[in-house]
Nanobody, 124 residues
């Protein structure tokens, strides 16, 4: 049974930092794209960043470029999202997701597996 379990969310002041982790289990993820999405209150789920499990290629939403960094630890089967210079508009539930490539990485309905989400709240 495939499981993606997020951790690391919380409450932080604007300008602060948080590091989210996603523990992946239940299958090998070679050939998969691992992404972070977020869903702000009252809004649709939106793409944040992806990393390819095998090659480590990355891409980011424009709104987080230069502030967020996605990484993976193949040995520990984890995907991390380091978030710096946080803004109130980053407040959302953050989800880890996995999709077999090729995939339209911004399209959340094309992902095969999802975590339960972790809340990030940035106060002004």
């Amino acid at each position: 049974q495939v499981q993606l379990v997020e951790s690391g969310g919380g409450l932080v002041q604007a300008g602060g930092s948080l590091r989210l982790s996603c523990a992946a289990s239940g299958r090998t993820f070679s050939g998969y794209l691992m992404s972070w999405f977020r869903q702000p209150p009252g809004k649709d789920r939106e793409f944040v960043a992806y990393i390819t499990w095998g090659g480590g290629s990355t891409d980011y939403a424009d709104s987080v470029k230069g502030r967020f960094t996605i990484s993976r630890d193949v040995g520990k089967n984890t995907v991390n999202l380091s978030m710096n210079s946080l803004k109130p508009e980053d407040t959302a539930v953050y989800y880890c997701a996995a999709a077999r490539v090729p995939v339209m990485f911004t399209a959340h309905n094309q992902y095969d597996y999802w975590g339960q989400g972790t809340q990030v709240t940035v106060s002004s």
